[in-house]
């Protein structure tokens, strides 16, 4: 009884685990996918590397919106960019600028030598900086692609209604098996176990 119970420990640490390396994508995932959760205002995936080593092309950026007075040399911000209105840059403030048309930011990507051509009204920054998650843009673009939509979606749905299908199958077949064997006995006793390899579930979260 005791080697049994030593086996079963592996499993139910394996079993921890998992649930906490899953628990752990889950909160990441939503935080990605909706930033407003924890109240950020926006997340992007970073596409180059203008602005390494701080931030590295495949890092997701998570951004709040601030106030215009709040943004200093120094901060991090993402701004629609000047030429295409409907692309986002993510560039370092290196200078504020109040002129008698408004506030305009000097931004530089921190691998750049010179800083950006045009300076960005305030209307056009989006928001500050508040973190960023390495790598998981990979993710977010290969998921978008259609060899993403292919291995993260199709395949595993296909698996999951095969592996479905095996099941009841097989109940089925085990069924009709048990119903027909001579010499057999159910157990009588509702607490009563069938096998000794039956492991109880443990509640993780």
């Not at 930033?35 to 602005?51: C, E, T």
């Not at 701080?54 to 200093?72: F, Q, Y």
């Not at 989006?126 to 939509?149: C, D, K, Q």
Request: charge should be negative.
């Amino acid at each position: 009884m005791r080697a049994f119970a030593t086996a079963r420990k592996p499993r139910r640490i394996a079993r921890i685990g998992g649930g906490v390396v899953l628990a752990f994508a889950l909160v990441l995932t939503t935080v990605v996918v909706f930033p407003q959760m924890v109240g950020a205002s926006g997340s992007y995936v970073v596409l180059s590397g203008s602005m390494s080593p701080t931030i590295h092309a495949g890092d997701v950026v998570i951004s709040r919106t601030v106030e215009t007075a709040d943004i200093e040399a120094g901060d991090v911000i993402v701004f629609h960019d000047g030429v295409v209105p409907s692309d986002r840059t993510t560039h370092r403030v290196v200078n504020v600028v109040h002129r008698d048309d408004g506030v305009f930011f000097e931004t530089k990507g921190d691998a750049n030598e010179d800083p950006d051509p045009n300076p960005v009204p305030a209307d056009d920054v989006i928001g500050r900086v508040w973190f960023h998650v390495p790598y998981i843009g990979h993710l977010i673009l290969f998921a978008r692609s259609r060899m993403g939509l292919l291995s993260l979606v199709i395949v595993p749905c296909l698996l999951l209604v095969v592996t479905e299908a095996y099941s009841l199958v097989s109940a089925a077949l085990g069924g009709d098996s048990d119903g027909t064997s001579e010499g057999k006995s159910e157990p009588t006793e509702p607490n009563a176990s069938t096998s000794d390899d039956t492991e109880p579930v443990e509640k993780i979260g």
